[in-house]
């Protein structure tokens, strides 16, 4: 036990200097994943291989520099080993989560190779679009005795009990007695994440057929108009250029650190003027009367004309609080930037275990696509499909909602943190009216989240037949309502993003702790309407 005991202080010391995420000691306990009551905070993960230049004199400008290439990556789904940068052979199928080593790139391929595991190594080709950044394989450990898994470094809470010959991801930094851990074979529907004691475990090899996101895992997503994927010999100068914009616009637009570098396979926002769906008035409404929306009961509400982003009227708009189910706004958002519609995705949440949430009633086992399990969570506000969606795209919910706070940083929102992609009150877990609003009308310039904000009911061919219903009662009530999206918690209090569409011109509202949303956003749609004017002079 002492040899064992000292190969773990080792393993504990050497994840202490990577630190991974910030702040567990002070992390909220970690409960039922079906329950979806995950506190964690999430923290930025940076490839691997992007790290930050030496900041000593006669360095290298980084936007002019080139885009590095990530040291490793990962499937993000099932995918093919291809035998040249375009077209050629098939020469392995590589599985979801299979580490890959790059080598190099082309405009749509990385060069990879697999590491020698079982197998000898092979060399060849993958689609960008199929593998995301990662970091290198995960270390493992073995639990040598039955062991509690604790909910924070210093808690006596246990989530449960790791039984004797569980093999463990190590996630994350440590203390000198706990180690963070991941638990992917936690059937109970567990986080997965934990604390377990370095006493009662030992370094060990992946098991075989073990497939599970490292910590460093960052989706690659989709290209999709008004974005550009960074390829070899790109700059953040050649980048601004050829999209007419300025770098500090191109490193507002993305959240990027100036001192950043590039990698190639990252998807950067870039202006669109050409794309109708994005395209932006110069100038606001003009106000053409003064009248009063009368009483709003909302404690926090702001009002924005969709096509210039303006704010027409505004209380608490920038505080931050809890957003509720507002949150899957983002989760729409995220979905739609990394994944297809028609995916498959095999379900692991049960719904049956989430008595007090809302949700589309999803169970084990079911196959479903990524568009059903859209619906499911935008029109009942299911909670089991945004746990499922997060799952499918990111691996685990830590990763899912490094990328929620990514997109948020990419509209140049930063009133905003995710820690989960429900929306359920957790520490951390916050954003604004202003945000929220944002956020939607982002949304709304997608064909396929416009459907989804509007859509009255939806059933799945697929699965066991779900028929959802949007809970969104504006669409109803009001006149020309077209979105976006309800939700409710103890914190957030009653809370909706509404839009509504007259004579051509979108309005947006928020509001978050409002006595009654509908009648709220009634009043401040027809003030908007009724105080402004879209014509030209």
Not at 24 to 29: A, T
Not at 441 to 456: I, K, Q, V, W
Not at 512 to 531: K, Q, V
Request: aromatic share 6%; net charge negative; proline share 6%.
């Amino acid at each position: 036990m002492a040899v064992a005991a000292g190969l773990c202080i080792g393993l504990l010391l050497s994840y202490t200097v990577g630190s991974w995420l910030e702040g567990h000691e002070q992390q909220q306990s970690r409960t039922v994943l079906a329950d979806g009551r995950d506190s964690a905070t999430p923290g930025f993960i940076a490839p691997a291989s992007s790290a930050r230049t030496s900041a000593s004199s006669g360095a290298t400008r980084q936007d002019a520099a080139p885009a590095i290439l990530p040291s490793w990556v990962q499937a993000a789904r099932g995918t093919k080993l291809w035998s040249a940068a375009t077209g050629g052979a098939s020469l392995a199928t590589v599985n979801q989560w299979q580490f890959l080593k790059v080598l190099g790139a082309d405009a749509r391929r990385f060069e990879v190779t697999t590491p020698p595991t079982d197998a000898p190594a092979a060399v060849g080709w993958v689609d960008v679009d199929d593998v995301g950044i990662s970091g290198p394989p995960s270390e493992w450990v073995l639990a040598t005795s039955d062991a509690r898994l604790y909910s924070a470094a210093d808690s006596p809470d246990a989530l449960g009990t790791v039984p004797s010959g569980t093999a463990l991801v190590v996630s994350g930094e440590g203390t000198t007695d706990r180690l963070f851990v991941y638990w992917p074979g936690d059937v109970s529907r567990r986080t997965g994440y934990g604390w377990i004691a370095n006493s009662t475990v030992v370094p060990t090899t992946a098991p075989a057929g073990a497939s599970v996101p490292s910590p460093q895992f960052r989706a690659v997503p989709k290209s999709r108009p008004g974005t550009y994927r960074v390829q070899l010999g790109d700059t953040v100068e050649s980048i601004a250029v050829r999209f007419s914009t300025g770098r500090d616009d191109l490193f507002r637009l993305n959240g990027l650190d100036p001192a950043s570098r590039l990698v190639v396979g990252q998807l950067l926002q870039v202006p669109s003027p050409g794309d109708p769906a994005a395209a932006l008035q110069s100038t606001g409404p003009r106000k053409v009367r003064e009248i009063s929306p009368g009483w709003v009961s909302a404690d926090n509400a702001v009002v924005i004309d969709d096509a210039s982003g303006e704010i027409l009227w505004a209380r608490n708009a920038n505080s931050p609080i809890a957003p509720a189910s507002l949150t899957k706004i983002v989760t729409s958002l995220v979905t739609l930037d990394h994944a297809n519609l028609a995916e498959h995705v095999t379900v692991h949440v049960d719904s049956r275990r989430m008595p007090e949430s809302t949700v589309m009633g999803l169970q084990p086992g079911e196959e479903l696509t990524v568009e059903d399990l859209l619906y499911g969570l935008m029109l009942p506000s299911g909670n089991d499909a945004a746990l499922a969606l997060a799952e499918h795209i990111a691996g685990t919910r830590v990763a899912f909602a490094n990328l929620m706070n990514e997109k948020a940083k990419s509209l140049g929102l930063t009133g905003s943190n995710f820690v989960n992609p429900h929306g359920l009150d957790a520490d951390g877990h916050y954003s604004s009216a202003y945000d929220m609003a944002m956020l939607g009308r982002a949304g709304l310039r997608d064909a396929t989240f416009r459907l989804l904000a509007s859509e009255r009911s939806y059933e799945t061919p697929r699965g066991r037949g779900h028929v959802v219903h949007n809970l969104n009662q504006l669409l109803w009530r009001y006149p020309g309502a077209d979105g976006v999206k309800i939700g409710f918690t103890d914190a957030a209090g009653r809370a909706i993003v509404g839009s509504a569409t007259r004579n051509g011109h979108r309005v947006i509202v928020a509001m978050m702790r409002s006595n009654d949303i509908y009648a709220d956003s009634a009043a401040l749609l027809d003030w908007a309407f009724g105080s402004y004017s879209w014509d030209q002079e």
